[in-house]
Each structure stands twice: as structure tokens, then as C-alpha cells.
């Protein structure tokens, strides 16, 4: 990284329901007790984002939200709004990215890897499907007061 003198960023992105959970609570024999919840919908709200690392400089995190009400019906991020977000990314941090992000479908589609393909500031890098841990698993020894 510091060779290309680049920043370093990691992307993820993750999904919000705005429906209140429905939960139990106690009450006196008798007497239901009432919740009341504002603003009831069955609307979500993704959000992809990018933190932002490099040697010398404050870290940065760039986000954007994907609403559900969409003209397109797309309850997630398509490949162009990973497109937008990039481009604004670049032009904020102002040098070359290196990218590093999961498997998702989005990223793996054809006009994500021209996007990429074309852009000699952004080197990307998959994280595998299953990262194992880095130690072996340990064995389970019973403790000497564990009564059964």
C-alpha cells in the first residue's frame, strides 16, 4: 500500500428493517398492557459502506443509504449504485483505492468487473467465500468440578 501510496478500503454492507419488533412484557392478572409503536411500515434500508485507511492520513468512512421506494423496485444496491459510491470515493480521498470485499452477487457482475477492468486507480480483492480460522480448533476438556 504504501508502495502505490493507496488507500486501503474495506467494503461491506448491511440491511435494516423499519418494522418495530413485536416483544411481550409483563403485566397484573387482568390488565393487557398496550405498547403503542410510531411510525409502523414495512420499509427497509440498506446501507453499503466504505472505511477508509492510509498511513498518515485520518481515517475515513464513506457511506451511502439505499431506501426500499425505489423506481426500479430494487430493494438493494445494483452494481451502478457500487459504481456511484466508488467514483464518489475516489474523488474524495483523491489517489488510488484499493479495494477489499466479500463474494456478493452484485460485485461479481459483468458490468461491475468492466467498471473495474477500466479503472486504473481501483485494484480490487475478493475475500474468499470461507475464511478458516487461523488456529486449529481446540479440544473440549472437561473440567475436573464439572459434575454430571
Known sequence: ?????????????????????????????GHTPVIRVRGRSRRRLSVAALACYKSGEPSRLIYRPCPDARPDGRKSFSWKD????????????????????????????AGMRRYIADRDWLTVFQLPPYAPYDAPPRPIVPSPTLTI
Open 82 to 109: 457500487y459504481h456511484d459510491l466508488l467514483q464518489t470515493a475516489h474523488q474524495q480521498l483523491g489517489g488510488p483505492i484499493v479495494l477489499v470485499w466479500d463474494n456478493l452477487n452484485t460485485h461479481l457482475t
Open 1 to 29: 500500500m504504501a508502495a502505490l501510496d493507496a488507500w486501503l478500503v474495506f467494503e461491506d454492507e448491511a440491511g435494516f428493517s423499519m418494522t418495530p419488533p413485536t416483544t411481550r412484557t409483563w403485566s397484573r392478572r
